[in-house]
Nanobody, 121 residues
Framework: QVQLVESGGGLVQAGGSLRLSCAASGSRISINTMGWYRQGPGKQRELVATINKSGSTDYSDSVKGRFTISRDNAKNTVYLQMSSLKPEDTAIYYC???????????????WGQGTQVTVSS
């Protein structure tokens, strides 16, 4: 069983910064791609950013140049540094992790519980 623990959400003024963290725990697993998604009020969940095991990243156009995703493989933790925040960034942010179990090639995914980010104007 893999569990994700997210932290770092909160209330910030427009133009401010926040850093989200998501730590994955589980035994006999190898973490592959890690990512952040968000769901704003009345909107569908959307991709924010992903980072693979080698460190290659991908961002949605709406956050490029403002958000930075990174990971610490030794800690099985992914981060999302958010800068120049806008009111439209207000959403619940979810971490998603892909993993495989030792001696298996089947890839699974798991979601975090979500953390609220609110940007005031």
């Amino acid at each position: 069983q893999v569990q994700l623990v997210e932290s770092g959400g909160g209330l910030v003024q427009a133009g401010g910064s926040l850093r989200l963290s998501c730590a994955a725990s589980g035994s006999r697993i190898s973490i592959n791609t890690m990512g952040w998604y968000r769901q704003g009020p009345g909107k569908q969940r959307e991709l924010v950013a992903t980072i693979n095991k080698s460190g290659s990243t991908d961002y949605s156009d709406s956050v490029k140049g403002r958000f930075t995703i990174s990971r610490d493989n030794a800690k099985n933790t992914v981060y999302l540094q958010m800068s120049s925040l806008k009111p439209e960034d207000t959403a619940i942010y979810y971490c998603k992790v892909y993993y495989i179990r030792y001696f298996s090639s089947v890839e699974y995914d798991v979601w975090g519980q979500g953390t609220q980010v609110t940007v005031s104007s």
